[in-house]
């Protein structure tokens, strides 16, 4: 165990410390103007974000979830129907489509942790209503190759980029190039709440109409109501620092990538990618990748395992009627990937000490039959 240094997989609370004034400045002013229907803040956060996603509007709701949720009835999703996605999908895209009455069909996922877009056309029956690609870990899918498809059944897109604000494909931005965009303000994204909260992204005036309709109607009556003022005065201070946040997470995971390259497989994203590394996952393939986690976790590094067991293979949706081996890139991902410390303003010491060590622990378990550090 090492005594010196302790690395969290996440902290927030440093870029809370480097933004307290600002952020209790603007908590303040909603506080001091005390309206009855105090939606400035909202409305300027909306503005905002539309304009980071370069649409034309943007529509603020209390959860990441509900603006699944929202889009998926905004498309007139709902029993019956089906919406395509991905097999390794976040267990709150699954929940979103089952929420409407739809029921997933699920693809397998290629390298860049997203949807497979060689699968997409074979999922598709004449119920499909939506395809939903999930940009994992603020990289994102094929999209290009997935609206040709969506194109030519004439079947919209939504895109999930609850881990991806501020990353682009092909200089398009996450949540522009689908009908409908949608991200999350969870505590663990990168624009972080002090609590929960969403929005939704579109060009099409219909669905915004629509969006706006089913928040203040339907979504107040299941909780749904627009994001509240102080967290949209806690957001509008992060969303100004969004870019800077990015550019910090692309030079870690750059650092990772250099030290690492030679010794497992590390994302490697093309010329028309912008990733943003909402999550650094790497691949070891010879080396147990929960042998490397305890090795790290006992020096005081929290790497993680993301979805240990995938969704298709949960006991929620055994009626779907998948089986293991039925998507194997996914099942792979659950038994060789690790995720391994990366967020805004992590110290520069922190992610050279993570490197150092999974270095170490590589090359002493491939040196040794037996390797005793685990």
């Not at 899918?141 to 991806?164: F, G, L, N, T, Y």
């Amino acid at each position: 165990m090492n005594d010196s240094l302790i690395v969290p997989f996440l902290d927030q609370s440093l870029s809370h410390r480097a933004l307290r004034a600002e952020i209790m400045a603007s908590i303040a002013r909603v506080m001091e103007r005390a309206d009855i229907e105090p939606f400035e803040e909202i409305e300027l956060l909306e503005r905002k974000v539309a304009d980071l996603c370069k649409t034309t509007y943007a529509v603020c709701v209390n959860y990441g979830v509900d603006s699944l949720i929202l889009a998926l009835k905004a498309l007139g999703v709902g029993y019956g129907h089906q919406v395509v996605t991905s097999a390794n999908g976040l267990i709150s895209t699954m929940m979103a489509i089952t929420r409407v009455g739809a029921a997933p069909v699920l693809v397998d996922i290629d390298d860049t942790l997203a949807m497979d877009p060689n699968q997409v056309e074979s999922a598709i029956t004449p119920q499909t209503k939506a395809i939903l690609p999930v940009h994992y870990g603020g990289r994102m899918a094929r999209m290009d190759v997935i609206m040709d498809i969506a194109a030519k059944h004439r079947i919209p897109v939504i895109e999930d980029a609850s881990q991806a604000m501020g990353a682009a494909y092909r200089g398009q931005p996450a949540g522009s190039i689908g009908r409908i965009g949608c991200f999350s303000f969870f505590p663990s994204k990168d624009v972080a709440g002090c609590g929960d909260g969403g929005v939704i992204t579109t060009n099409d005036e219909t669905i915004y109409r629509r969006l706006h309709h089913f928040r203040e109607t339907l979504g107040i009556a299941r909780g749904c109501a627009p994001l509240d003022s102080v967290q949209a005065a806690i957001l509008l201070v992060k969303m100004n620092y969004l870019e800077e946040w990015n550019n910090q997470q692309r030079d870690i995971a750059g650092f990772y990538n250099r030290k690492l390259a030679k010794l497992m497989n590390v994302p490697v994203v093309e010329k028309h990618e912008q990733p943003v590394f909402h999550l650094y996952i790497v691949r070891s393939r010879d080396v147990p990748h929960r042998r490397l986690q305890q090795a790290l976790m006992e020096d005081g590094i929290d790497a993680r395992i993301h979805h240990p067991l995938p969704v298709h293979l949960q006991q929620a949706y055994a009626a779907l009627g998948y089986k293991s081996g039925s998507f194997p890139e996914t099942e792979a991902f659950t038994k060789e990937f690790l995720s391994l410390p990366i967020y805004p303003c992590m110290p520069p010491n922190h992610w050279e000490f993570v490197a150092s060590r999974l270095e170490f622990h590589l090359k002493k378990c491939r040196l040794t039959e037996v390797c005793d550090v685990l």
